[in-house]
């Protein structure tokens, strides 16, 4: 695993998530891929334990991680029998299986199977193509790779459950978070709300520092059904960074994932 450098920008953005009582988000901090979604699937009110491990303590866990260089390698597998499950957002779930979750009754106990939502099945997926040779993974990795953050950071099962009003405000509130320097250094972004950005008035040039490609969204988004892939970069003529605008990942095609991947791959190949 990768040595985690954390760095004097991320310091930044970690005290102004904490100024500002502000979700930051899970993964490897010094990644190349930055992916952003609606927001966290957590039933505050049947889940508050599930919510306080995974969005109420993220400032405060990323605050000890910095304080002692916290190595992924250093984080528990949260699936070994030996172990105590501690939550960290530098790897959360360690050791998840790469399968969706699956959950029973037996004998009155709610089991499960140790996979994952379809949303991190898919964020594997990517992860799968551009870093082991598009190779399904046995876990879910992608962690490792890639460092995940929400536009929204008002919480529930469903997103329409979350008042309108909630989501703007939060949304609006986020946007400082995003036009920093450290979430604007990613090489690839990957923005996968749908259309929050044209209901949220999101203007992602202005706050990533991106020109939409007319030419290639078209190209990249033909013959997809319902589905979209908004292509941005930095600098038509010289891009150094990616952005990708597209559907949100929870309930999408493969082929859209594959595109996703694609595209990602590409742009590796060429200027990572």
Not at 182 to 192: D, L, M, N
Not at 215 to 228: Q, R, T
Request: charged fraction near 25%.
């Amino acid at each position: 695993m990768n040595k985690i450098n954390y760095t004097s920008q991320f310091k930044e953005v970690l005290n102004l998530c904490k100024q500002n009582k502000l979700f930051l988000g899970l993964g490897n901090p010094n990644a190349k891929i930055l992916i952003i979604g609606k927001e966290a699937a957590i039933d505050k009110e049947k889940n508050p334990r599930h919510y306080e491990m995974e969005v109420e303590n993220n400032v405060k866990d990323w605050e000890h991680n910095f304080d002692n260089s916290k190595q992924l390698d250093e984080v528990l597998s949260w699936f070994a029998e030996t172990s105590e499950q501690k939550y960290n957002p530098l790897y959360p779930y360690k050791g998840q299986k790469h399968t969706l979750l699956r959950k029973k009754k037996v004998d009155g106990n709610e089991i499960n199977n140790g996979g994952t939502s379809k949303t991190w099945y898919n964020y594997q997926k990517i992860a799968d193509k551009l870093f082991n040779n598009n190779v399904k993974s046995s876990i879910i990795n992608f962690q490792e790779h890639m460092f995940i953050s929400e536009l929204n950071q008002e919480s529930a099962k469903y997103s329409h459950l979350i008042a309108k009003e909630k989501r703007e405000q939060s949304i609006a509130k986020r946007k400082q978070l995003f036009e920093t320097n450290y979430f604007r250094e990613f090489p690839i972004t990957i923005v996968a709300v749908g259309h929050y950005v044209r209901d949220f008035n999101v203007n992602l040039e202005e706050l990533f520092g991106v020109v939409y490609s007319h030419e290639l969204s078209a190209v990249n988004s033909k013959g997809l059904k319902n589905e979209f892939i908004n292509i941005h970069f930095d600098s038509i003529e010289k891009p150094a960074r990616l952005l990708i605008h597209t559907n949100q990942l929870s309930m999408v095609s493969n082929e859209l994932v594959n595109k996703i991947g694609e595209v990602c791959s590409i742009f590796i190949k060429e200027k990572i």
